[in-house]
């Protein structure tokens, strides 16, 4: 069984003009454990809401959505941030770290949600991306790219067994990108976690192997099998 299997999933939004539009429809999609998978697809394609029902942040109009044996789709809101919490870890393309905690107590809040605190872990965490001297810096204190390293060690804190990236580059100039997306998929083997990255930057997708284009209108996941 796939670490994350995705089944006519649909999830449609109104519009300002009254007008209720789809924005996801898509037959199959799975990702295998331990698996680096990256999506191609312009702005305003769904990837983000794509990502978000992943999460469990939003729920699908229809379909199924198995993530480490749970359906997802059919879960409590209580139940979904619990599975959340535990399971997936999530970096944001605006990293969403919160401005008046440090560097650690951002990862270890993120700790808070799921298994509980473990202060060693986060400064491992944070020594292992290279912010063994920012402990106690505040994000304002830090460059985007000193942020999007603290986004990556909360989003493994809790031992997830997937990672869903979005655009984890889009705020970072070339030779950040670069090394941020190394760090992101280093970490993610180091750490036994699949990881699935939306973006589209044909230099970041050039780093996969498998890239599968993303049109959630259009029901066109290329999924591999």
Do not use: W
Request: with cysteine.
């Amino acid at each position: 069984m796939s670490l994350l299997e995705v089944a006519d999933l649909k999830k449609s939004f109104t519009a300002p003009d009254g007008i209720r539009r789809t924005i996801i429809d898509i037959p199959h999609f799975a990702v295998e454990a331990r698996q680096q998978v990256a999506l191609k697809g312009e702005s305003g394609s769904g990837k983000t809401t794509f990502l978000n029902l992943l999460a469990g942040i939003l729920r699908p109009d229809a379909g199924r959505i198995r993530l480490a044996g749970s359906d997802v789709a059919s879960l409590s809101e209580s139940a979904r941030d619990r599975l959340r919490a535990t399971t997936v870890g999530y970096i944001f393309q605006t990293f969403n770290l919160l401005q008046g905690h440090t560097c650690l107590e951002n990862v270890l809040l993120g700790m808070a949600f799921g298994p509980g605190e473990d202060r060693a872990r986060a400064v491992a965490l944070l020594e292992r991306v290279g912010l063994r001297d920012h402990l106690a810096h505040r994000p304002r204190q830090l460059s985007t790219g000193q942020q999007q390293r603290v986004a990556v060690a909360r989003a493994l804190a809790n031992r997830p067994r997937l990672v869903l990236a979005d655009e984890p580059t889009g705020n970072l100039d070339h030779a950040s990108a670069r090394e941020a997306l190394r760090l992101i998929r280093e970490t993610c083997r180091e750490n036994d976690a699949a990881l699935l990255l939306v973006s589209h930057d044909r230099d970041v997708l050039g780093e996969f192997e498998d890239v599968r284009e993303f049109a959630g209108l259009n029901r066109a996941v290329n999924d591999r099998p």
